[in-house]
């Protein structure tokens, strides 16, 4: 009996591909440990903008006070303070972007750890 061309070339393919597509342990393997890596950075960056966030709202709460006292004081020492918290303000700002910065750097290298796959 001969078996039809058309039938056995479409299952010589189909096996083909199922064998070929199928990924090997090592394989899979490599995968989880980048995507288990790529979840830690993620996780990392997400703790940083946490830390910078809660380092610049102490700043600023820090201005604020500055603020507060400076209202019972002489005008010199008002100009002082406001000056003070000024500064304090700018560097909330700076922990702020810093925070930002390395917590995207983190979350880019995540990416290109899944990208490696």
């Known amino acids: 009996m001969k078996m039809p061309i058309?039938?056995?070339?479409?299952?010589a393919a189909t096996y083909a591909f199922a064998f070929t597509a199928c990924d090997s342990r090592q394989e899979e393997v490599r995968e989880d440990s980048l995507e288990h890596k790529a979840d830690s950075l993620e996780e990392k960056a997400d703790q940083v903008r946490k830390e910078g966030e809660s380092a610049a709202d102490a700043t600023e709460d820090s201005?604020?006070?500055?603020?507060?006292?400076?209202k019972e004081t002489t005008e010199a020492e008002k100009d002082t303070a406001k000056a003070r918290a000024d500064a304090a303000e700018d560097n909330a700002d700076a922990i702020r972007k810093a925070a930002?910065?390395?917590?995207?750097?983190?979350e880019e290298e995540a990416d290109q750890n899944r990208e490696a796959k």
């Open 100 to 106: 930002e910065q390395k917590a995207d750097a983190l």
């Open 6 to 11: 058309i039938p056995t070339m479409l299952a």
């Open 63 to 70: 201005a604020d006070r500055l603020r507060d006292q400076a």
